[in-house]
């Protein structure tokens, strides 16, 4: 486990990014398409808010999976498809930007899945460890 990432209640995982929110959704959505996946959705839950009158800090769901690695998780357990395609929130924290999802484990005991199709939920970590810790330096 990364030394930045915290877990929290309900199997909620936090990691911390050195950027600001826009920057981090723009790594984390060109991190997920440089690795095959597919980006299904960024939904600025700001924006979304401004637009009906009402104030939210920044934040973006980006929403991304791998309809090979998720449909063989759906297909043993059809109610995974509530938790799938796997979703990361970017928010801001004041003046931190952080990086939370839920835990692939708590996914995978909730549905009783395999550990073998456990493990295709389990490179969230590595994702949101790419996107949070590539180099900043310019």
């Known amino acids: 486990m990364s030394d930045a990432r915290t877990r929290e209640e309900n199997a909620i995982v936090t990691e911390i990014s050195p950027r600001s929110v826009a920057d981090t959704v723009t790594l984390l959505s060109s991190t997920v398409r440089a690795k095959g996946m597919k980006l299904f959705a960024v ?7 401004r637009g009906v009158g009402l104030d939210l800090r920044e934040t973006t769901l980006v929403v991304f999976g791998s309809p090979a690695a998720g449909t063989p998780v759906m297909v043993a ?62």
């Open 77 to 138: 357990s059809p109610l995974s498809a509530l938790d799938l395609p796997l979703k990361v929130l970017v928010w801001a924290d004041g003046d931190t930007t952080k990086v939370s999802y839920e835990s692939p484990g708590a996914i995978a005991a909730r549905h009783n899945l395999s550990p073998v199709l456990a493990s295709r939920l389990a490179g969230i970590h590595g994702l949101t460890d790419a996107g949070v810790r590539a180099d900043t330096s310019g």
């Open 43 to 49: 939904i600025d839950q700001r924006a979304e808010a």
